[in-house]
């Protein structure tokens, strides 16, 4: 095998976009999907949490799922939804509880954005007071396309790694508002690939999302990224492998 410069590089660390659910019997944001990551031996699992109208944090992507709103649906209606491979939408109380059986899975928590500032603020607390309760801080990163939830979760948990998702700050901003780090999308970082290195030179880190196809998976590899969110850790998990080969 020949010697590459990628060998001696270090690699970037498998995030599960949604947990593991391009997997049989799995489904988005489902308790399988969290348990699949870390069987799979992903390095976190993604996931989503939105605000209820009567002030209780579900786990889902889609503010609108199978014909609910669910930021305007009572918890109790959002859980009734049933998930693809048979499992109701999770409580973040679900999702935490399963979360605490893989200790070494790192979970990477999305807050959704609100028609308000005022849901927004409530969503950050409410999920702050879960994760405390659950204490399940050091092993969580929160991630938001939402400025103003970012910057609520910062001033809460200055300890906490806090990443931005729409991709419309450079480096030096994020700096300056305390994030630490890009967590944007493919075609942003292909577009500003000098991002990357200008993160890395301020102490920032770098995740990439959502990257299924393997030309993309080793192009942000050779680019030095420090995380890759994929639908396909297992199809990541080989490519980093066969790095050099």
Avoid at 117 to 128: D, N, P, S, Y
Avoid at 150 to 176: F, H, M, W
Avoid at 218 to 235: A, C, H, L, S, W
């Amino acid at each position: 095998m020949a010697f590459s410069i990628l060998e001696s590089m270090a690699q970037p660390k498998v995030i599960a976009h949604r947990g593991y659910w391009k997997t049989e019997n799995s489904a988005q944001n489902s308790l399988t999907s969290l348990r699949k990551a870390a069987e799979a031996g992903c390095y976190g699992s993604e996931f989503d949490v939105i605000l209820t109208a009567d002030d209780e944090l579900v786990v889902n992507h889609d503010d609108k799922f199978k014909g609910v709103v669910i930021p305007e649906a009572t918890a109790m209606v959002a859980t009734a939804i049933v998930l693809s491979n048979g499992e109701h939408l999770p409580t973040i109380d679900q999702y935490f509880s399963e979360a605490l059986k893989y200790p070494d899975l790192r979970l990477i928590l999305e807050i959704k954005p609100l028609k308000t500032t005022e849901r927004e603020m409530k969503a950050v607390e409410l999920t702050v007071a879960k994760l405390r309760e659950y204490r399940l801080l050091d092993r969580t990163d929160i991630i938001s396309f939402s400025l103003d939830i970012c910057k609520e979760a910062i001033r809460l948990l200055p300890d906490t790694k806090v990443y931005y998702l729409n991709g419309d700050l450079s480096p030096q901003e994020l700096k300056d508002l305390n994030f630490a780090g890009a967590d944007y999308n493919g075609l942003v970082l292909k577009f500003h690939e000098e991002w990357i290195k200008e993160c890395h030179n301020l102490g920032l880190e770098v995740n990439v999302w959502t990257i299924d196809n393997k030309p993309d998976m080793r192009y942000f590899i050779e680019q030095g990224v420090d995380y890759i969110t994929t639908n396909y850790p297992e199809k990541l998990m080989t490519t980093l492998l066969t790095i050099g080969q």
